[in-house]
């Protein structure tokens, strides 16, 4: 079993920043890409930035420029710095793992996807 635990969500005003984490633990061989999406009231989920294990890098046009993703490959954690906010960035933030191999009984399974709880941004005056 995989958890990914998210942290750094918060209220910051227009122009401000934040950090966001996410470390998956468990039985993991290895990990492809992790990301982040996130999701307003009343829209669908949408892909904000990942990384793979190479660390290519693929960014939402709306964030580029303002929003930087990391990743700690040895501590399966991944990072997003976000600056210059907006209010449109207002939304739940989720943290994902995917293609990941596991540990079971010795052996190699996968791939499997994961994602985290959510931790909320609120970009507000």
């Known amino acids: 079993q995989v958890q990914l635990v998210e942290s750094g969500g918060g209220l910051v005003q227009p122009g401000g920043s934040l950090r966001l984490s996410c470390a998956a633990s468990?039985?993991?061989?290895?990990?492809?890409?992790m990301g982040w999406y996130r999701q307003a009231p009343g829209k669908e989920r949408e892909l904000v930035a990942a990384?793979?294990?190479?660390?290519?890098?693929n960014y939402a046009d709306s964030v580029k420029g303002r929003f930087t993703i990391s990743r700690d490959n040895a501590k399966n954690t991944v990072f997003l710095q976000m600056n210059s906010l907006k209010p449109e960035d207002t939304a739940v933030y989720y943290c994902?793992?995917?293609?990941?191999?596991?540990?079971?009984?010795?052996?190699?399974?996968?791939?499997?996807?994961?994602w985290g709880q959510g931790t909320q941004v609120t970009v507000s005056s």
């Open positions: 990384i793979t294990s190479g660390g290519s890098t």
């Open positions: 994902n793992a995917d293609k990941v191999w596991v540990i079971s009984w010795s052996r190699e399974e996968g791939p499997y996807d994961y």
């Open positions: 468990g039985s993991i061989f290895s990990i492809n890409a």
